[in-house]
């Protein structure tokens, strides 16, 4: 994920399998949709795609739907977008970016060649596409976390770590770092008891 044009790749074997003219890839970043890359795609497609992909995300958490369109020029629902009509846009496939009932993103594809483009293979393909890059920064994301969590650990730097796990600086809290911190350095087996929703997992992880 680290290569620049890794999203960029994958967009271009997208376009080739389905025979669709542009391609564009957004994520969530926090409450906003976020453009990463696009192949042969304007900054007008580009906003109402993001749009677009919007209505897919919220579309997604419910049915885990994708949005096809065989001729978006001649649909209602799209009569208001900019790039519909200025670039004349035939067909539009949307779909999301899943991790279980996570929606991390989405990808756009769409062609003003023709309508009806998109076949129901195509539509698995891109479906299958999405959640294989969708675990796949998932997966990045645990790697880069760890790999911080480690320099923390590295550095010395575990209270103010901690402090993101276990909130407060009681005497009780106090200890527990305490004691997590001498523990975490050995290569002992730990037996974690406590009640359900006490910590457990946040004490094992940290």
Do not use: W
């Not at 523990?183 to 946040?202: M, N, P, W, Y």
Request: hydrophobic share 40%.
């Amino acid at each position: 994920l680290d290569k620049e044009d890794f999203i960029e790749k994958i967009l271009t074997t997208l376009i080739s399998a389905t025979n669709a003219e542009r391609g564009a890839f957004f994520l969530i970043d926090g409450s906003k949709i976020k453009f990463i890359a696009g192949l042969n795609i304007d900054q007008e497609t580009i906003k109402d795609a993001r749009q677009l992909s919007r209505s897919v995300i919220k579309e997604a958490e419910k049915t885990g739907k994708i949005i096809c369109c065989p001729d978006a020029l001649s649909e209602p629902c799209f009569r208001d977008s900019k790039s519909i009509i200025l670039n004349k846009i035939r067909s539009l496939l949307c779909a999301p970016l899943k991790i279980g009932e996570k929606t991390i993103g989405a990808f756009y594809l769409d062609s003003t060649h023709s309508c009806d483009l998109f076949t129901e293979e195509d539509k698995s393909f891109l479906l299958t596409v999405s959640g294989l890059v969708a675990s796949t920064i998932e997966k990045a994301r645990v790697f880069q976390r760890l790999k911080e969590e480690s320099t923390f650990l590295r550095m010395g730097l575990f209270a103010d770590f901690a402090e993101e796990y276990l909130i407060g600086e009681s005497p009780v809290m106090r200890k527990i770092r305490d004691m997590i911190e001498k523990i975490a350095t050995t290569d002992s087996t730990v037996l974690i008891t406590g009640e359900t929703g006490t910590g457990k997992g946040v004490v094992a992880r940290l």
